[in-house]
């Protein structure tokens, strides 16, 4: 009997330290940075990957062809230009905020979004948080200078996905060419709708 007990408790013991251990493996893995370089941001950025925490919303994801982000005007002020170029449906649509950087995240001006960078071990990578309207959905993206990553650095994206209870990253082909740099007379050039579905 107090060998069955010894057993049951060791049992119990690693249960417990498991079941500790998976959130704080967590909590380190999607915390946010600490600090931010906002010259660290300037320049384009490809997405490799995003999960969206509202389902309908991925079907869209996946029919992208490829997206990026740009940030721009950056100088000593808060408020940056943050401008998204997304290929879908033979079709390349742009878009640009201003948006207000504080920390270690940007809110756009409708007060409807708020982005947090969170960290990731890829060197050349950003890693974003999309809250919009107060966390009734989350959007999570990976952005690199490269348009290729380890899978070392995919694995870890992946993990972080799975930490916040999303549905499996869409990762992008990384042989489909990005949308050019917009220009007002490019036929090709389509404006973003503003519909929330596009929005993220």
Known sequence: KFQHGLTCSIVLLCLTSVSHSAPLACENLVRPL????????????????????????????????????????????SVIVFSRSKHLENKCYY?????SLEGNRFTFYNGNITTTFIHTSCHDCILMSFDVESGKRLHFYLFSRRRQL????????????ECLNMPPPVVLDPTK???PEETADDPAVQPEEKTEEQRN
């Open 34 to 77: 600490d600090q931010l370089d906002p010259h660290r941001l300037e320049g384009r950025w490809a997405m490799i990957a995003g999960s969206l925490s509202y389902p309908p919303f991925i079907e869209r994801l996946r029919r992208r062809v490829s997206a990026s982000v740009n940030f721009s005007n950056i100088t000593a002020e």
């Open 177 to 179: 060419e990005l949308c």
């Open 150 to 161: 380890e899978e070392k650095e995919m694995e870890e994206f992946r993990a972080q996905v």
């Open 95 to 99: 878009s640009s905020y201003n948006v």
